[in-house]
């Protein structure tokens, strides 16, 4: 709230009388920006055109934006001829799941740590904090042998399980509940209510930019999460967005079209999510930075 | 606001819940995701890594099976070609979860048999299913056993082949008046005709891929290598015979292709380089036999032969498609014959695969007269004589780290990186390095 | 259940306390033991024995054996070398310019989330759809790239084969694919900027560009410092791009470590010798780290 604020401040007219020079330092950088912006679109529009043209037109030299027809074969044939509908389906059941489950456990494991002084709370934080370091792939091996001694491979739970467990979720809760006055905890103890219902009915409502943080990131990382689905499923149609689509690069040959057909349609849930949620996107992200 | 952004969370939230409770409930395979439906018996899994053209052949076999025998349901699943493959199918055998039945390159065979992965099949079994040794090509046959015993059914045998464009051969005139390609005996010969060729495109003379595709150098460099009669690991990969000069002069003379005499690209990948033989720019292509429908589906004027055998004896690096049965730890008969039917039905359906190209290792088709009509087919499938494996070892075979260490030194020199000589030392040096790796199997 | 914790609350605190913060911790507790801290124990002990991941059980007890050949390994080390160079030539491009974009952003009063939709919406998509678009851009002779340079006269340029280009084409890639992140950060920083400094420094006579040198850039210190930050960090675990694009080649050229680990382990299926690589990795990644943070905390109070 206060970044958008602060946005609409930022957005007011400049000083009436700003002198020529000024202005056409802005202009210069407006155009500057937007040049880049244009080059910085290049490779998803590149990719869009060649996925509408017809399959001849896309190994044509020289190389052209321009087709002579354009055509959507390329998408009917990957939504046919692949299980993406069920890899969309996947990731979705997967990605929602580790998400309300990060959101839930991780806000409640730094609201312990930041507001609950027990013995021991240093170490658990440092255990927690060495967790954001270990890169997650080296683990690997000895997760999937675990999952599949619980005989979990293949299975949503071996997908959603280890993505839970995000050490960087509880630290982003704990930074922020570490920046909230005590007063307002103190007060609602006072009122006699247990530490729970202060959790539930105070801090948790108040914690909305970081649970939209967490949660936005949550979503991503777990939608985008190439190595571990790869590993643990194996049948097509128990993969994930980004493992399918692994798969099925292989398999066109000389189709580019089809390829980027299938690379459209990869990135467009996730691009649509951005432009439903942009605004709670940017400010989960600035909240994480500026704490 | 703020009420806003809740509610529309707890939407999309609830839509997802929702959505899952009603696909968990109506279809089968998010139930399964969940655990919650056990996949019922009675159906045969099989893993198999064939994609593209040959992957759209082999869903057509499989529906025909399926129509064949519609009391069996078939569990079909791709993966990706390469090593991921193999990974995938050893940890799904050793966690106990493994298909009923499998796809397996034969040149595989040395480390998947004595790692135990595999469940060993007897003649008995076979003949119940009206399969014996007579019926199956005696080269992949005989891959198929490892210590005597037989572990792996083949399909097919899919050799290095050349292709060539018959139109620029006749303007180049290298075709003989049957319109077949004339043959090549000599290192000197073939860079003439692709000389020939590459004057009539204006591109290239020849269509090789060097880039991110360690394999294809490979084929090349072994087809080379044992032409010349050199030999690279003894004892099972336990030991090396590699002999250098022998690699030198392959090196030496693939890189004249590229680098010396710029006959073919030196920095297409695979995709641009069947693109560029589809759109004509070279006259010749050197590949497995696999993209014969491709370049018919692209229409243009091509024929194949076998490989040139340029520096002596006849020899041309190919690996064979096998079905494997995963070893269980609790042996299951009617699983195996599940497996045994449905390995049968692909046999018979040999003619379909034959017509991706691949040379059918079932006598029926091989010996049928169906087959012999199958152009251009036919032309190549004399190669299945003159055919050699990856040197048989624990670390090799399709899309293994010996193939790819091997495949990016020779990729490296005809990309120019590096020079024949710092190839082959490189080649020595990873030989030594994989023979001298305790073995994990 | 309240009733009882407010008797117990009452009745001393301490060991109240530790219920409630058991009660919390426990579900991430649980899952993060069982799924983090247990697979980083096992990987541990394997890397003590030749652990293949075709054969059952720890096989031979191998000692020291497995770190005694990783530190002898030249692969080993050319390949920590390959994930060193990848976040040197990553870091300052996904700082500098996500900066300087989000400074010349900021000239714009209306229309800004244009501009944060095209540089940040790349940041959302899988690295698989990113390897595919960027792999058909670069692909020889008819890819986009080597297409204009025909039009132009060029000739192709070898992307995948040349090692100096492969680890150039992957840059790009990342630049393109993660600067977002960066560029939204800044841009939330400059927004915490007070207007009343320009303003002063407006009536002082600053021109905007002297505004931006002398108080904008420092003030977004902080920023920098985490954006620094976190970008080695995330840098030094790459392996998706470089995987999917090249293979870890050509030749090996840009193979980083964490591919390393995943070939040892999975192609060779040696599990055992991958954990001591793993572990070795992970030593030297929090030893960098934690230089790092030191030495950008150390820039960061100066300013």
Same mark, same amino acid.
């Not at chain 1, 013995?119 to 904090?129: D, N």
């Not at chain 2, 010996?402 to 030392?425: C, K, Q, W």
């Not at chain 3, 491009?93 to 095209?118: F, K, S, T």
């Given at each position: 709230?206060?970044?958008?604020?602060?946005?609409?401040?930022?957005?007011?007219?400049?000083?009436?009388?700003?002198?020529?020079?000024?202005?056409?330092?802005?202009?210069?950088?407006?155009?500057?920006?937007?040049?880049?912006?244009?080059?910085?679109?290049?490779?998803?529009?590149?990719?869009?055109?060649?996925?509408?043209?017809?399959?001849?037109?896309?190994?044509?030299?020289?190389?052209?934006?321009?087709?002579?027809?354009?055509?959507?074969?390329?998408?009917?044939?990957?939504?046919?001829?692949?299980?993406?509908?069920?890899?969309?389906?996947?990731?979705?059941?997967?990605?929602?799941?580790?998400?309300?489950?990060?959101?839930?456990?991780?806000?409640?494991?730094?609201?312990?740590?930041?507001?609950?002084?027990?013995?021991?709370?240093?170490?658990?934080?440092?255990?927690?904090?060495?967790?954001?370091?270990?890169?997650?792939?080296?683990?690997?091996?000895?997760?999937?042998?675990?999952?599949?001694?619980?005989?979990?491979?293949?299975?949503?739970?071996?997908?959603?399980?280890?993505?839970?467990?995000?050490?960087?979720?509880?630290?982003?809760?704990?930074?922020?509940?570490?920046?909230?006055?005590?007063?307002?905890?103190?007060?609602?103890?006072?009122?006699?209510?247990?530490?729970?219902?202060?959790?539930?009915?105070?801090?948790?409502?108040?914690?909305?930019?970081?649970?939209?943080?967490?949660?936005?990131?949550?979503?991503?990382?777990?939608?985008?999460?190439?190595?571990?689905?790869?590993?643990?499923?194996?049948?097509?149609?128990?993969?994930?967005?980004?493992?399918?689509?692994?798969?099925?690069?292989?398999?066109?040959?000389?189709?580019?079209?089809?390829?980027?057909?299938?690379?459209?349609?990869?990135?467009?849930?996730?691009?649509?999510?951005?432009?439903?949620?942009?605004?709670?996107?940017?400010?989960?992200?600035?909240?994480?930075?500026?704490? | 606001?703020?009420?806003?952004?809740?509610?529309?969370?707890?939407?999309?939230?609830?839509?997802?819940?929702?959505?899952?409770?009603?696909?968990?409930?109506?279809?089968? @395979?998010?139930?399964?995701?969940?655990?919650?439906?056990?996949?019922?018996?009675?159906?045969?899994?099989? @893993?198999?890594?064939?994609?593209?053209?040959?992957?759209?052949?082999?869903?057509?076999?499989?529906?025909?099976?399926?129509?064949?025998?519609?009391?069996?349901? +078939?569990?079909?699943?791709?993966?990706?070609?390469?090593?991921?493959?193999?990974?995938?199918?050893?940890?799904?055998?050793?966690?106990?979860?493994?298909?009923?039945?499998?796809?397996?390159?034969?040149?595989?065979?040395?480390?998947?048999?004595?790692?135990?992965?595999?469940?060993?099949?007897?003649?008995?079994?076979?003949?119940?299913?009206?399969?014996?040794?007579?019926?199956?090509?005696?080269?992949? @046959? %005989?891959?198929?056993?490892?210590?005597?015993?037989?572990?792996?059914?083949?399909?097919?045998?899919?050799?290095?082949?050349?292709?060539?464009?018959?139109?620029?051969?006749?303007?180049?005139? +290298?075709?003989?008046?049957?319109?077949?390609? !004339?043959?090549?005996?000599?290192?000197?010969?073939?860079?003439?005709?692709?000389?020939?060729?590459?004057?009539?495109?204006?591109?290239?003379?020849?269509?090789?891929?060097?880039?991110?595709?360690?394999?294809?150098?490979?084929?090349?460099?072994?087809?080379?290598?044992?032409?010349?009669?050199?030999?690279? !690991?003894?004892?099972?990969?336990?030991?090396?015979?590699?002999?250098?000069?022998?690699?030198?002069?392959?090196?030496?003379? !693939?890189?004249?292709?590229?680098?010396?005499?710029?006959?073919?690209?030196?920095?297409?990948?695979?995709?641009?380089?069947?693109?560029?033989?589809?759109? %004509?720019?070279?006259?010749?292509?050197?590949?497995?036999?696999?993209?014969?429908?491709?370049?018919?589906?692209?229409?243009?004027?091509?024929?194949?032969?076998?490989?040139?055998?340029?520096?002596?004896?006849?020899?041309?690096?190919?690996?064979?498609?096998?079905?494997?049965?995963?070893?269980?730890?609790?042996?299951?008969?009617?699983?195996?014959?599940?497996?045994?039917?449905?390995?049968?039905?692909?046999?018979?359906?040999?003619?379909?695969?034959?017509?991706?190209?691949?040379?059918?290792?079932?006598?029926?088709?091989?010996?049928?007269?169906?087959?012999?009509?199958?152009?251009?087919?036919?032309?190549?499938?004399?190669?299945?004589?003159?055919?050699?494996?990856?040197?048989?070892? @624990?670390?090799?075979?399709?899309?293994?780290?010996?193939?790819?260490?091997?495949?990016?030194?020779?990729?490296?020199?005809?990309?120019?990186?590096?020079?024949?000589?710092?190839?082959?030392?490189?080649?020595?040096?990873?030989?030594?390095?994989?023979?001298?790796?305790?073995?994990?199997? | 259940?309240?009733?009882?914790?407010?008797?117990?609350?009452?009745?001393?605190?301490?060991?109240?306390?530790?219920?409630?913060?058991?009660?919390?911790?426990?579900?991430?507790?649980?899952?993060?033991?069982?799924?983090?801290?247990?697979?980083?124990?096992?990987?541990?002990?394997?890397?003590?024995?030749?652990?293949?991941?075709?054969?059952?059980?720890?096989?031979?007890?191998?000692?020291?054996?497995?770190?005694?050949?990783?530190?002898?390994?030249?692969?080993?080390?050319?390949?920590?070398?390959?994930?060193?160079?990848?976040?040197?030539?990553?870091?300052?491009?996904?700082?500098?310019?996500?900066?300087?974009?989000?400074?010349?952003?900021?000239?714009?009063?209306?229309?800004?989330?244009?501009?944060?939709?095209?540089?940040?919406?790349?940041?959302?998509?899988?690295?698989?759809?990113?390897?595919?678009?960027?792999?058909?851009?670069?692909?020889?002779?008819?890819?986009?790239?080597?297409?204009?340079?025909?039009?132009?006269?060029?000739?192709?340029?070898?992307?995948?084969?040349?090692?100096?280009?492969?680890?150039?084409?992957?840059?790009?890639?990342?630049?393109?694919?993660?600067?977002?992140?960066?560029?939204?950060?800044?841009?939330?920083?400059?927004?915490?900027?007070?207007?009343?400094?320009?303003?002063?420094?407006?009536?002082?006579?600053?021109?905007?560009?002297?505004?931006?040198?002398?108080?904008?850039?420092?003030?977004?210190?902080?920023?920098?410092?985490?954006?620094?930050?976190?970008?080695?960090?995330?840098?030094?675990?790459?392996?998706?791009?470089?995987?999917?694009?090249?293979?870890?080649?050509?030749?090996?050229?840009?193979?980083?470590?964490?591919?390393?680990?995943?070939?040892?382990?999975?192609?060779?299926?040696?599990?055992?010798?991958?954990?001591?690589?793993?572990?070795?990795?992970?030593?030297?990644?929090?030893?960098?780290?934690?230089?790092?943070?030191?030495?950008?905390?150390?820039?960061?109070?100066?300013?």
């Amino acid at each position: 709230m206060a970044v958008i604020e602060r946005t609409q401040q930022a957005a007011a007219p400049a000083r009436a009388g700003a002198d020529w020079a000024t202005r056409l330092f802005d202009l210069a950088c407006i155009a500057v920006v937007t040049v880049l912006a244009l080059v910085w679109i290049v490779p998803l529009a590149w990719a869009v055109d060649t996925s509408i043209k017809p399959e001849a037109a896309t190994t044509v030299l020289p190389t052209t934006w321009f087709s002579a027809t354009y055509t959507l074969d390329a998408y009917w044939q990957v939504l046919s001829g692949s299980a993406i509908a069920h890899w969309y389906v996947n990731s979705a059941i997967t990605s929602a799941l580790i998400t309300v489950s990060t959101v839930l456990f991780a806000s409640m494991a730094g609201y312990a740590l930041s507001r609950v002084p027990f013995r021991g709370r240093g170490v658990v934080l440092w255990v927690i904090l060495a967790g954001i370091m270990v890169p997650g792939q080296i683990l690997i091996v000895p997760l999937f042998l675990e999952v599949d001694a619980l005989h979990l491979v293949n299975t949503y739970w071996a997908v959603i399980l280890p993505q839970v467990a995000t050490p960087i979720a509880v630290f982003i809760f704990k930074q922020f509940f570490d920046g909230i006055p005590r007063e307002l905890e103190d007060a609602a103890r006072i009122d006699g209510a247990s530490w729970f219902r202060v959790y539930r009915s105070v801090w948790l409502p108040l914690a909305r930019p970081a649970v939209s943080a967490v949660a936005i990131f949550a979503f991503v990382w777990s939608w985008n999460n190439f190595l571990w689905p790869l590993v643990t499923v194996t049948s097509t149609s128990m993969m994930t967005i980004p493992v399918g689509l692994g798969t099925v690069q292989g398999a066109y040959g000389i189709h580019y079209a089809e390829v980027m057909g299938s690379a459209v349609l990869g990135g467009l849930p996730l691009l649509l999510v951005f432009l439903l949620f942009q605004r709670q996107i940017v400010a989960g992200i600035a909240t994480t930075g500026l704490k | 606001m703020v009420r806003g952004t809740l509610t529309r969370r707890r939407f999309l939230a609830g839509c997802a819940t929702a959505g899952g409770a009603l696909a968990a409930s109506a279809c089968g @395979w998010p139930a399964q995701g969940f655990g919650l439906a056990a996949p019922s018996g009675g159906v045969l899994t099989y @893993w198999n890594l064939f994609g593209g053209g040959d992957g759209v052949r082999m869903v057509a076999m499989q529906d025909a099976f399926g129509r064949q025998r519609p009391d069996i349901s +078939l569990d079909a699943t791709t993966l990706t070609w390469g090593n991921p493959y193999y990974t995938k199918l050893s940890m799904a055998t050793l966690g106990g979860a493994p298909p009923d039945v499998a796809i397996m390159h034969l040149a595989r065979m040395p480390q998947l048999a004595p790692a135990g992965l595999l469940r060993p099949l007897s003649d008995d079994e076979l003949a119940r299913h009206g399969m014996s040794a007579q019926d199956f090509a005696p080269n992949p @046959w %005989q891959q198929s056993h490892s210590n005597g015993r037989l572990y792996a059914i083949p399909l097919d045998t899919h050799p290095f082949t050349l292709y060539y464009n018959t139109d620029v051969g006749r303007k180049a005139g +290298l075709l003989a008046d049957d319109g077949s390609l !004339l043959p090549l005996t000599s290192p000197g010969a073939l860079l003439a005709a692709f000389d020939a060729a590459r004057r009539v495109t204006g591109q290239f003379g020849l269509a090789i891929s060097t880039a991110n595709d360690p394999a294809t150098p490979w084929r090349a460099f072994l087809t080379f290598y044992t032409q010349l009669g050199g030999e690279m !690991l003894r004892d099972n990969g336990a030991g090396v015979v590699f002999d250098r000069a022998h690699a030198l002069t392959v090196l030496e003379f !693939l890189r004249e292709l590229t680098i010396g005499r710029s006959l073919a690209p030196s920095n297409f990948d695979y995709g641009s380089t069947v693109a560029l033989f589809a759109s %004509q720019g070279a006259g010749f292509y050197w590949e497995g036999e696999w993209e014969v429908t491709t370049f018919q589906t692209a229409r243009i004027p091509f024929d194949m032969a076998p490989f040139p055998a340029v520096f002596g004896r006849a020899a041309i690096q190919a690996d064979s498609h096998s079905f494997v049965i995963p070893r269980l730890e609790h042996d299951d008969p009617e699983r195996l014959d599940r497996a045994l039917i449905f390995i049968r039905s692909m046999l018979d359906q040999s003619q379909t695969w034959a017509e991706g190209g691949h040379i059918p290792a079932w006598r029926p088709t091989l010996d049928s007269a169906a087959y012999r009509a199958l152009k251009p087919q036919a032309h190549y499938a004399s190669a299945a004589d003159s055919v050699v494996y990856d040197p048989p070892a @624990w670390y090799s075979g399709s899309g293994s780290d010996f193939e790819v260490a091997m495949g990016s030194a020779i990729a490296a020199v005809m990309n120019g990186t590096l020079g024949p000589a710092a190839g082959a030392d490189q080649m020595l040096a990873a030989l030594e390095r994989l023979a001298g790796t305790a073995s994990p199997v | 259940m309240p009733g009882n914790v407010l008797t117990l609350s009452r009745a001393g605190g301490a060991p109240a306390r530790s219920v409630v913060a058991t009660g919390m911790l426990l579900p991430f507790g649980v899952l993060y033991a069982l799924f983090l801290v247990l697979p980083s124990l096992y990987a541990l002990v394997m890397s003590f024995f030749q652990t293949s991941l075709v054969r059952p059980g720890l096989s031979d007890f191998a000692g020291l054996d497995n770190y005694r050949q990783v530190l002898t390994s030249g692969d080993f080390w050319a390949s920590v070398g390959h994930t060193v160079l990848f976040t040197v030539l990553t870091t300052p491009p996904l700082v500098a310019i996500a900066l300087l974009l989000a400074l010349l952003a900021d000239r714009l009063r209306h229309g800004r989330w244009v501009y944060r939709l095209v540089f940040f919406a790349p940041y959302v998509l899988p690295s698989t759809v990113v390897f595919l678009i960027f792999s058909w851009m670069y692909t020889p002779g008819i890819g986009l790239i080597d297409g204009y340079l025909a039009r132009v006269g060029g000739g192709p340029i070898s992307w995948l084969t040349d090692p100096r280009l492969a680890m150039a084409a992957v840059v790009l890639m990342t630049v393109w694919w993660t600067l977002g992140f960066n560029f939204v950060l800044y841009l939330a920083g400059l927004q915490d900027i007070p207007r009343e400094l320009y303003d002063a420094a407006e009536v002082d006579g600053a021109r905007r560009w002297h505004q931006i040198w002398s108080i904008t850039v420092p003030l977004l210190g902080r920023t920098t410092t985490l954006v620094a930050v976190l970008q080695v960090i995330a840098s030094l675990k790459v392996f998706d791009q470089i995987y999917l694009l090249l293979g870890g080649g050509p030749n090996y050229a840009t193979r980083p470590a964490i591919e390393y680990i995943y070939d040892v382990g999975f192609t060779s299926y040696r599990v055992g010798y991958a954990s001591a690589v793993a572990v070795v990795f992970f030593l030297i990644v929090l030893a960098i780290s934690a230089v790092w943070f030191r030495i950008v905390r150390r820039q960061e109070r100066e300013a």
